[in-house]
């Protein structure tokens, strides 16, 4: 088992963190970037099986104009002129665990719930990241499309191998 394969364990570890650090006084800019980290991680490595850092070619949500680009540029993940992008931003996604944690324990079920709700991860391109922050930079949406549509930009699941 990877070492880096976090547990539901260390994800209440990390929400109870946040909350003490929070009540010493630390910014939650600061305090809550552990769980951010271990939230990404474990849901990561429930959708595609690892946690290594983020690159094109793990994903298979699209935008259009990054399928677009690919094909007319076969070299633009190469180019830098595409991007990962979380639907839901990641510190969207750590304050939904941490209120929940707030509630009740993090559990298993409760997290594959929400992160095949609110965990989706697709390829736009560099224009539509810049177009993306400007309208909905850290916004939490009801879905991670609803956030993609709020600022034009159509996703959709490209057969596996491409």
């Not at 976090?6 to 939650?28: D, P």
């Not at 930079?137 to 956030?147: A, I, N, T, V, Y």
Request: net charge positive; with cysteine.
């Amino acid at each position: 088992m990877s070492k880096n394969k976090i547990t539901i364990e260390q994800l209440n570890v990390a929400c109870r963190q946040f909350e003490e650090m929070l009540l010493l006084g630390v910014t939650e800019n600061f305090a809550i970037r552990q769980l951010e980290l271990f939230a990404n991680a474990y849901a990561k490595f429930r959708v595609i099986g690892n946690v290594s850092p983020d690159h094109v070619n793990q994903y298979q949500l699209w935008s259009e104009a990054a399928i677009a680009l690919s094909e007319e540029n076969p070299n633009a993940r190469k180019e830098g002129l595409l991007r990962v992008e979380h639907g839901t931003p990641r510190r969207q996604f750590a304050r939904v665990i941490f209120q929940r944690w707030k509630v009740s324990n993090i559990e298993d079920s409760w997290m594959d719930e929400t992160i095949q709700k609110l965990w989706k991860v697709a390829i736009i391109t560099v224009e539509e990241d810049r177009k993306l922050n400007k309208s909905a930079r850290s916004k939490m949406f009801e879905s991670p499309f609803d956030r993609w549509r709020s600022a034009g930009i159509e996703v959709r699941e490209l057969a596996q191998g491409n």
